[in-house]
């Protein structure tokens, strides 16, 4: 029987959902290899200490939030595993790989979305996303598949065509989404996602991430956003002068609990 394009594309839905079920299922009994993981990871400047003996694993279909204060170690933690600074002791892995021994071949593995996401203003939405995209090796994607990637990222279907020198900076975080969306990741790093937005787009954020998360995709977050937080994350950590000093999944708080649990930690 002849299968046409909604019943293919129920099909792929319907695949991607199931390994992504077995992904979450042998990260539950402890049989997966993270995608994200730090072990004893240290990183000092002098007699600074911003990341100090941290321990972390983020698995398949999980998203894990970082929380703290300015100079937390939040940022630091993101750019260890991006490989952007190099650890004084420890050391950070993707998909299994020491960062330090592979570092080419595990930013294969990773999309990044900083808190200012930095793009062409002369060109287009579009025209960012197929530059970024073909640098990230896919070039091949269509200029119609491209538009679709906008517009699942967020972005208005008329601003596709827009400059961006004309967009809000949540439009602008909108084409950042959609370039880490184009890449097919198996983890995403975001750095103050939010930051700047208003309630609508923070939500259709949170949103990305759940469609995100369905595929698979292990994200890590770091955030001053404890409502978002407790809205869109599996696991939340506190981090506080390089350390991890406690961790939870959000199934077994509210948000005045982390709220209450996050002040007390800055109080100490």
């Known amino acids: 029987m002849e299968t046409g394009p909604e019943s293919r594309m129920n099909n792929e839905s319907e695949v991607a959902t199931a390994d992504a079920t077995q992904k979450h299922a042998a990260a539950a009994d402890g049989?997966?290899?993270?995608?994200?993981?730090?072990?004893?990871l240290s990183k000092r400047y002098g007699e600074l200490e911003a990341v100090a003996g941290l321990d972390l694993r983020v698995d398949p279909t999980e998203i894990y939030c970082l929380l703290g204060p300015n100079g937390a170690g939040k940022t630091t933690t993101i750019h260890l595993f991006l490989g952007f600074l190099e650890p004084t002791s420890g050391s950070v892995h993707v998909m299994g790989m020491d960062v330090a021994d592979e570092p080419l071949k595990s930013k294969n593995h990773l999309a990044y979305i900083p808190e200012q996401v930095m793009l062409y203003?002369?060109?287009?939405?579009?025209?960012?996303?197929?530059?970024?995209?073909?640098?990230?090796?896919?070039?091949?994607?269509?200029?119609?598949?491209?538009?679709?990637?906008l517009?699942?990222?967020?972005?208005?279907?008329?601003?596709?065509?827009?400059?961006?020198?004309?967009?809000?900076?949540?439009?602008?975080?909108?084409?950042?989404?959609?370039?880490?969306?184009?890449?097919?990741?198996?983890?995403?790093?975001?750095?103050?996602p939010t930051s700047g937005l208003d309630p609508q787009a923070s939500n259709e954020f949170s949103e990305l991430l759940e469609r995100l998360k369905e595929r698979g995709v292990a994200v890590l977050m770091a955030t001053h956003d404890l409502f978002r937080a407790k809205e869109s994350?599996?696991?939340?950590?506190?981090?506080?002068?390089?350390?991890?000093?406690?961790?939870?999944?959000?199934?077994?708080?509210?948000?005045?609990?982390?709220?209450?649990?996050?002040?007390?930690?800055?109080?100490e």
């Open 233 to 267: 994350g599996s696991r939340i950590g506190i981090m506080r002068y390089g350390r991890l000093v406690a961790e939870m999944t959000t199934d077994e708080i509210g948000h005045a609990d982390l709220e209450r649990i996050y002040l007390d930690h800055m109080h």
């Open 151 to 192: 517009v699942e990222a967020g972005l208005q279907p008329e601003a596709v065509h827009s400059r961006v020198s004309e967009y809000s900076k949540g439009m602008r975080q909108k084409v950042g989404n959609a370039i880490a969306i184009a890449k097919e990741a198996d983890a995403l790093l975001l750095d103050e």
């Open 31 to 40: 049989t997966s290899t993270p995608v994200l993981e730090a072990r004893s």
């Open 121 to 149: 203003r002369n060109l287009s939405g579009l025209e960012n996303l197929a530059y970024f995209s073909a640098l990230g090796g896919k070039e091949s994607l269509s200029t119609e598949r491209l538009s679709e990637i």
